[in-house]
Each structure stands twice: as C-alpha cells, then as structure tokens.
C-alpha cells in the first residue's frame, strides 16, 4: 500500500524540520490531506503508527484535517465544493473544464515540538 511510502516521506520532514529547530521529541503532528490525494487517512495512520516507532516520534499523535475537493469552473464560473473523492464535471453545468482548487493537499500543517 502506497499509504507506507508517503507515511516515511512525512515522517522524514516532521524529524528533519524538529531537528533544525533544535528539539528532540515529536508530541503531534496535524496534516491536510486532501479528499482527492489518493491517501486514506486510515490507512495513512496506520502506516504511520508502524513507521515512527523507534524514533523522536514514537510517542506523537497525528491529527489529520480532511479537505474537501472544491474547484473553479471554467465554463459557468461558478466556484464548488463536493464531498466526492473525485469529480469529472461541473456540478452546476456538467462542464469538464474546471480547475481543481482545492482536495490534492499532503501538507504538514503544524507540529508540537518539544
Ligand atoms: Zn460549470
């Protein structure tokens, strides 16, 4: 599962950016993970909990903000938000030309560092 992966990539950056600023025990890590990214937050969480053991975040709970998909449409203009994963058209006039704004995030927001 792809989830393991992208569990290690962002542990590697909350460790590395707890390290730069000095501190050495990671105590939580909110993230953004957009409802369109592919990641699971269940899965993501699992990987996550396997991968930090042994590490300056094995005891750091995860908190994980959802972001819903919401795009521009090219076409009506309108701006829209869905609870979708994925979204082929425009919910208003059924347009495929839109722009997706939002819901393909990975991002850490902020950490507690200690
Ligand atoms: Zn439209």
Do not use: Q, W
């Amino acid at each position: 599962m792809h989830e393991a992966s992208i569990a290690l990539g962002v542990l590697e950056i909350a460790v590395d950016n707890c390290r730069k600023a000095g501190y050495n025990r990671i105590e939580s890590i909110r993230l953004k993970i957009g409802k369109a990214s592919g990641i699971m937050p269940d899965a993501f969480l699992f990987a996550f909990n396997a991968v930090k053991a042994d590490t300056i975040a094995a005891e750091a709970s995860v908190i994980i903000d959802e972001i819903p998909v919401s795009g521009l449409c090219n076409k009506c203009g309108k701006d829209f938000v869905t609870e979708e994963k994925y979204i082929l058209c425009c919910p208003e006039c059924s347009s495929a030309s839109f722009n997706i704004k939002t819901g393909r995030e990975l991002e850490i927001i902020d950490m507690e560092v200690f």
